[in-house]
């Protein structure tokens, strides 16, 4: 089964904690992306990777760090420099960097107290 | 302003109806167009891409209108599991800018 995979899905943490969150895929694709979504918004962009050792700053990047050291993997760290961490964490992948569409995997909902 | 703006809704249908959604994107040179479907605390799916030519896909109906920047999504003879928010997704230079989604309700 090919699928984007997000572990864990629901994750508690303390203030001032760095925590990771996994984002792996098996569909071959070369691009990969962080978003989070708070109620009632759109997805806003963290990080895009379009190959391996390579990524980009997205919209909302401070607070965030990203690594692609696999092409099946792009795990991100929401570091205690993140003021509002407490979101809906959506990993996806694209086949490669052009305009093609996007899959989601299922998502961490983390919350921070 | 925002990439991509639609209204939010709710849209309250009975099942059967026709229902259809606006979505408006700022960029001109924007590339491509998605619609998706999120349900309730799930990721969204892709429901369909959207071409210049328009779209069908069984129920839904995909218009691009590139001379005055908007996309729509038609739904025909709504069902109780269309009920879910579609979310506009515009691409410009490899980038993807998602719209807030417009909620559609349908009821029995």
């Known amino acids: 089964d090919g699928g984007i995979t997000q572990s864990p899905k629901y994750l508690f943490r303390k203030e001032g904690q760095n925590v990771t969150l996994s984002c792996e895929q098996n569909l071959n694709h070369d691009a990969m992306y962080w978003y989070r979504q708070d109620p009632g918004q759109g997805l806003r962009l963290i990080y895009y990777s379009q190959i391996v050792n390579d990524f980009q700053k997205g919209d909302i990047a401070e607070g965030y760090s990203v690594s692609r050291e696999k092409k099946e993997s792009f795990p991100l760290t929401v570091t205690s420099a993140q003021k509002n961490p407490t979101a809906f964490y959506l990993c996806?992948?694209?086949?490669?960097?052009?305009?093609?569409?996007?899959?989601f995997g299922p998502g961490t909902r983390l919350t921070v107290t | 302003r925002k990439e991509v703006e639609q209204d939010p809704g709710p849209f309250n249908v009975p099942e059967g109806a026709t229902v259809a959604f606006n979505c408006t994107y700022s960029?001109?040179?924007?590339?491509?167009f998605f619609w998706y479907r999120q349900d309730c605390r799930k990721e969204p799916k892709l429901l369909m891409s959207?071409?210049?030519s328009g779209n069908e896909d069984g129920r839904f109906t995909a218009q691009l209108n590139r001379a005055s920047q908007y996309i729509s999504l038609l739904i025909r003879d709504s069902k109780l599991s269309d009920s879910a928010t579609y979310l506009c997704?515009?691409?410009?230079?490899?980038?993807?800018?998602f719209g807030s989604g417009t909620k559609l309700n349908v009821k029995p």
């Open positions: 997704v515009v691409n410009n230079f490899n980038k993807f800018y």
């Open positions: 959207v071409y210049s």
């Open positions: 996806a992948s694209s086949i490669d960097q052009g305009a093609r569409e996007q899959y």
């Open positions: 960029n001109s040179a924007s590339q491509s």
